[in-house]
């Protein structure tokens, strides 16, 4: 048995640039046996960079990169749609493999055909990918953005399956609830150094917080004695320069231009004693200016109200390669709902999504969706924008003032100049997202429909984007598997279960964590609901003439909720 403390792995003065932009300078750390560790930073700070030079991928310009005990490493890479797409040879023979998949909801693997192999969903390929990892019995742990497209099935298992693992672990992170949950160590890129917390990313962002109100006091006070030092410097230099004005007036006898001469150099010497004395204390005990947060600015405007009830659907089936995604389904969207499809990968969400936006046609039944309403779509595929054009040229705009506003969005989002003129082939994943982002920007719309917004996105991204969200006006859809984001965006839900859509009107919090053994729980919850909102449709309907517009919308309503609650009062 090895003992938790021995080292594994030692990293040694480690730098590494790219056309002259250095990613790494001077990286020094060690990871020992059973350690958890969170990679942590912004897009482009050089987190894949770092774990392709631990895993021998990259050379370093400098540095070492030593492993004390020779170790197998399972290394799950952020591009994993793109890697694994044929996995015909892998399924044969892997029993370990075919029992991960099992458990990550994956039945029956080793009968599906190689074009189901092929076509698989972003969610299905990195559950196969896990658990190739997993079967091949890896000593150290490399996972970058392993939860990306994973249901919440599937992270909770990973979680599991993370808490047993006796190796350590590096983990490459957006996911907030994930990286409190399996890690105890921070390690984070700034300014191409590695800064190092012990404590979960909660913990991490408060004590990192505390160091940079700290350094900012302590670089206040230094700055304030630099200048009382300087003003000291200005006032000898001051008069040192009458003095040597002094020494060479006109009409002075020789041993008062000397006496002033005297004078002069002597102010000169204390002048040059000062600026030495605090040249000499800076660099002592300098303090720099710590880093500002990037502020990445959002800013989305609803183009004003629409009716009530924007989407519904009756009778909704879709079948897709012989596979019955969802059958007989009947819900309905309103305008400004903030909507989260749950379910287990495959179920059909992206699907839904592509149906709503007209990509993809029912099988049966309808769905109806208003003609009035503007809608922006983040889809999960960043590798669509053209890989030779540069960011601003792949957005198409040619009106000076549309080119001027996508730049601008582009710096506030983190994209600097460097960055915007490079082709997009050179970007990271989290970087294309956000030139995706902004084209979103730049339009008006009633409804966003986002499908895995976060993926890629760094850690303060992500918070100002769900900020910014919660300002919106109008209707939310959207895809996740970032538990943090979900919560605080979506207040109803449209679950995908045994081939079903089902509208909830509760928070993923509360539905993912309600008493499922007692389910009259949730049918009195629902039964609430109804009754509340029946209670407010009857005060609007008694405010309205008949003839308004918006009497049949409500009258429809009011009777689909006495239908519901008949129907939920019958099961009890």
Known sequence: MVKESLTVLKVTGLEKSFELRKILDNVHFDIKMGERIGLVGYNGTGKT??????????????????????????????????EFTNFVEAIVDKK?????????GLEKVYDWE???????????????????????KPD????????????????????????KFPGPILIISHDRYFLDETINRIFEIENKKLHFYNANYSEFRKEKQKRTEDQLHKYTVQKKKQEEIEGQMEQLKS??????????????????KEYHRVKAKKRDSQVKSKMKRLQNELNKNKIDKPSEEAVVSFQFEADGKRGKRIIEAKDL????????????????????????????????????????????????????????????????????????????DALGFTEREDIFRARTLLANLGLKEELITKPIGTLSLGERTRVKLVDMLMKEYDVLILDEPTNHLDLPSR???????????????????DYYFLNKICDKLLVFENHKIKRMEMKPEEYLNKEKSNPNVSIKEELMVIENRLATVLGELSLLDQKHPNYFVLDREFKELIAQKKRLTNQL
């Open 317 to 392: 089936t879709k079948t897709y390669d012989n596979r019955n995604l969802f059958q007989d389904a009947k819900f309905y969207i309103n305008y400004g709902e903030r909507i989260g499809l749950l379910g287990e990968n495959g179920c059909g969400k992206t699907t839904l999504l592509r149906m709503v936006l007209g990509q993809e046609p029912p099988t049966k039944g309808t769905l109806w969706k208003s003609q009035s309403i503007k809608i922006a779509y983040l889809s999960q595929d960043v590798h669509d924008l053209q890989e030779e054009t540069t960011a601003i």
């Open 114 to 136: 190689e074009h189901r192999l092929q076509h698989l969903s972003g969610g299905e390929k990195l559950k196969l990918a896990l658990s190739l990892i997993w079967s091949s």
């Open 140 to 163: 150290f742990l490399i996972l970058d953005e392993p939860t990306n497209h994973l249901d919440f099935k599937g992270i909770k298992w990973l979680i599991s399956e993370l808490k």
């Open 96 to 104: 370990d493999l075919l029992e991960h998949t099992s458990q990550l």
């Open 239 to 256: 008069w040192s320069d009458k003095a040597h004005q002094n020494s060479t007036k006109q009409g002075r006898d020789f041993g008062t």
């Open 463 to 481: 918070e100002q984007l769900e900020n910014t969200l919660n300002e919106f006006t109008g209707t939310i859809i959207t895809v996740s598997h």
């Open 49 to 82: 960079t770092l774990a392709n030079l631990i895993m021998g991928r990259l050379k370093p310009d400098s540095g070492t990169v030593e492993y004390i005990k020779e170790c197998k490493i399972g290394y799950l890479t952020q591009s994993i749609d793109y």
